[in-house]
């Protein structure tokens, strides 16, 4: 029986377990990145292993998402990860240089390699046959300490693409259609597999805009094979050295398959507050739009940025418009200021950012109050613009461009001038004179501190005797953005948890962290999917600090319960999910005799208030209840190293 991509290059990084499906294995990895909102963390983190230089083959740290400096904490933290990258073998990419999954691809993705990174959206390198996999910070650290990452062997999803794509309807449309297909919690534990005749038309761009968006799905992550394409794109980038084809076999047999035909497929909207509340923009009639923002990791390549040029050449954007367009890196900044795209869009109105996450992060130009803002990024959770009112549309470029000139949603299919079709350059300009080397005398470096880095908190053992109240109740999908709030305000304090525990889930509940800090912590009860979205360790961290002891769900997303598991907070999800309905917010609750029931895997809570008890599952692996045992992940290392 042949193999998929996906288990070719599992099984040639496998180092713990089998290739059994479910069952958790261990995989070597090759290459690291982490990004400034939660690289700090993942450096003190890694400094807390003490390990003097990284066991990768690459690791690379970015600074692309905390770049507004109202204050000196942004850059304070900057230098803080230059210091330590370089002390401890670290490849640093200096602000400006660009959004870490943009840069990767173009200077560092190989495909065949494994790679972790401290960002939801690492597996955008999955558009160049990588396995890159998003993780918390811990696990990014242990990793470059050269320690295996653990993962749910996945089940491979085939998504067979058929036909080719219509003018005006790209990349984003085919990953919005999946999200369509599949929902945001669709994808939890399977890894998306892209395969089929419309494959050899996508450049690596366009499939690292559908691998990045893959991430909404809740997946583990997806991939592209290696071809010729690949080779050209790497030729390109000058390393072709780095190409190696690789595809799946034919005779792979895939755990599940989804069909979409590209000749049919029309250009799509995800609407407000979720990326798979898909419609057809041909659908939604006049919609007048107040911001229109391109750019982020799913959209800001070059040959994106040209296609807008290309339709705004010219024009004017409308009236009620505002345009921000973010370029994704500065090698794209550059060729379009030398081809005279930029001049393009500057002319058009369009406002231009630094080469940053930008807006997506809520890093500025939060849209006004009741707002409709069309972007091309890749989440639309209610409150991340920064404008809690604000309706965030997801569209791909062509749409964003077609609009900002009408004033209204539109579909790019109407614009009816020839667009010249854009190809990837025969050669990118390449100038990587703002990633910095490691030191070849790392002795010498001194780490720079700034007075915002604060320890982190660490969990203590398991006791045996878990009580406290339900300290909230929460609905389905609650995203990280909910447990840990990120803005303009708030990401200058990622090292600093006690700051940002005040904030911890207020956009469900203002008094929660007083109410946590008045009950010397407790529990969080939640819907399903619980901490879909982003892989901050800090939505893990902050409950820590409040005393949250575990979490009750329905269902868990995956990076963030690993998250919970790494700081020693227990994920218990409902047997029965009526049990849910059953708890109010404030029962008394607790669990005896945990460390025996975490070991089999079924725990018991008791609801004192109510006389009640319900059952709960406890379905990780060996290692992890280990790990809750210890009092998470640094505990247990250091238990094994004694
Ligand atoms: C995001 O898109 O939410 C982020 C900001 O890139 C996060 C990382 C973070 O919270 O810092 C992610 O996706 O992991
Ligand atoms: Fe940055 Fe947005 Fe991409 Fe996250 S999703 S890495 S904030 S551009």
């Known amino acids: 029986m042949g193999l998929t991509l996906t288990e070719k290059i599992i099984k040639s990084h496998l180092v713990k377990g089998d290739m059994t499906k479910g069952s958790e294995i261990g995989i070597r990895i090759d290459n690291t990145l982490t990004q400034d909102s939660t690289g700090t963390m993942a450096y003190l983190q890694f400094e807390a292993l003490s390990i003097d230089q990284v066991k990768t083959k690459r690791s690379v740290a970015y600074i692309d998402h905390n770049i507004l400096q109202t204050g000196p904490e942004n850059a304070d933290d900057h230098l803080y990860i230059q210091t330590v990258a370089k002390k401890h073998g670290i490849y640093f990419s200096k602000p400006g240089n660009g959004i870490c999954h943009q840069v990767n691809l173009e200077r560092f993705d190989v495909p065949g390699e494994t790679l972790i990174g401290s960002d939801s959206h690492t597996p955008t390198a999955g558009g160049m046959g990588m396995l890159a996999i998003g993780a918390g910070g811990l696990d990014v650290a242990v990793a470059m300490g050269g320690g295996e990452y653990y993962i749910i062997n996945p089940k491979v999803v085939k998504v067979n693409l058929k036909g080719k794509l219509n003018t005006m309807v790209s990349a984003k449309d085919i990953i919005l259609e999946v999200l369509r297909q599949v929902t945001v919690k669709g994808g ?51 390393r072709v050295e780095d190409f190696k084809e690789l595809s799946a076999d034919k005779d792979a047999v895939y755990d599940e398959e989804v069909v979409i035909n590209l000749d049919e497929l029309q250009p799509l909207v995800a609407c407000p507050h979720s990326p798979d509340k898909v419609e057809k923009v041909s659908g939604i009639k006049n919609l007048k739009v107040n911001q229109i923002a391109i750019g982020s990791c799913t959209n800001s390549s070059f040959v994106d940025l040209m296609k807008v040029s290309e339709i705004l050449k010219g024009k004017t954007i409308a009236e009620n418009v505002s345009l921000v367009i973010a370029p994704g890196s500065k090698q794209v900044l550059t060729m379009l200021s030398k081809n005279g795209a930029l001049a393009n869009l500057v002319s058009a109105g369009a406002r231009i950012l630094e080469c940053a996450c930008g807006p997506c992060i809520g890093m500025g130009q939060s849209p006004s109050t009741d707002a409709v803002s069309l972007r091309t990024f890749n989440r639309n959770f209610e409150g991340r613009s920064g404008t809690v009112s604000a309706k965030v549309y997801l569209v791909s470029p062509e749409t964003a461009a077609v609009s900002a000139l009408t004033g209204v949603l539109t579909d790019p299919r109407e614009f009816k001038e ?53 300290l909230i109740k929460v609905e389905d999908n609650i995203t990280t953005d909910h447990i840990m709030p990120s803005n303009a305000k708030l990401l200058p304090f990622r090292s600093n948890i006690p700051h940002l525990a005040d904030f911890c889930l207020t956009p469900c509940d203002k008094d929660f962290p007083k109410n946590a800090k008045e009950n010397n912590g407790g529990f969080i009860v939640a819907g399903s999917n619980y901490g879909q979205g982003s892989s901050r360790e800090h939505a893990a961290l902050a409950p820590l600090y409040l005393g949250i002891k575990a979490v009750f769900a329905k269902s868990f997303a995956r990076i963030h319960k690993a998250n919970l598991i790494n700081n020693g907070i227990i994920p218990l999800v409902f047997e029965s999910e009526n049990d849910y309905d059953k708890i109010s917010k404030g029962d008394e609750l607790e669990i005896n005799d945990t460390i025996n029931q975490v070991q089999t895997g079924t725990v018991y809570v008791e609801n004192i208030s109510k006389g009640e008890k319900y059952k709960m599952i406890l379905d990780i692996p060996e290692r992890q209840k280990d790990m809750l045992i210890c009092g998470g992940k640094l505990n247990q290392i250091k238990k094994s190293e004694k």
């Open 418 to 470: 020839t667009v010249e079709k854009i190809e990837i350059p025969e050669k990118f300009l390449i100038n990587d004179n703002l990633i910095v080397s490691p030191s070849k005398t790392p002795e010498d470096i001194e780490i720079v501190r700034g007075p915002n880095i604060k320890p982190f908190p660490k969990a203590k053992p398991l006791s045996d005797d878990i009580t406290g109240k339900a």
């Open 188 to 238: 939890v534990g399977k890894v998306f597999e892209y395969i089929g005749e419309g494959v050899k038309y996508l450049s690596i761009p366009e499939r690292a805009t559908i691998c990045n968006m893959g991430a909404e799905l809740g997946a583990t992550t997806s991939i592209f094979p290696s071809d010729e394409k690949t080779k050209e794109f790497l030729e390109a980038q000058g």
